[in-house]
């Protein structure tokens, strides 16, 4: 059992940062692929950025490639999402989520969720 608590969302102008971070309970963290995913008002849950259990494989959504980086530290049961250059699109719950096994960008094989933190770009 994998518990996921997300946090750092707020309120940004375009063109500015904000690291989310969500913080994981339980032993096996390092065993897990850990995902970001978000959900816009009246839009679906959308792919954002995975990392794999070591940290050496990364896939981002085309939409946030070279804007967003997603790291974790495996010592602090922590996964970040280091989002930069942000735009009014941006704007969405935040999610993490955890699986086993390889990466993959649909949200149906992840597991465990957290509740979600709200990012609002303001243009």
């Known amino acids: 059992q994998v518990q996921l608590v997300e946090s750092g969302g707020g309120l940004v102008q375009a063109g500015g940062s904000l690291r989310l971070s969500c913080a994981a309970s339980g032993r096996t963290f390092s065993s897990y692929t850990m995902g970001w995913f978000r959900q816009a008002p009246g839009k679906e849950r959308e792919f954002v950025a995975a990392?794999?259990?070591?940290?050496?494989?990364?896939r981002y959504a085309d939409s946030v490639k070279g804007r967003f980086t997603i790291s974790r530290d495996n010592a602090k049961n922590t996964v970040y999402l280091q989002m930069n250059s942000l735009k009014p699109e941006d704007t969405a719950v935040y999610y993490c989520?955890?699986?086993?096994?390889?990466?993959?960008?649909?949200?149906?094989?992840?597991?465990?969720w957290g509740q979600g933190t709200q990012v609002t770009v303001s243009s």
């Open positions: 990392i794999g259990w070591s940290g050496d494989s990364t």
């Open positions: 989520a955890a699986k086993t096994g390889v990466i993959v960008i649909r949200t149906s094989p992840y597991t465990y």
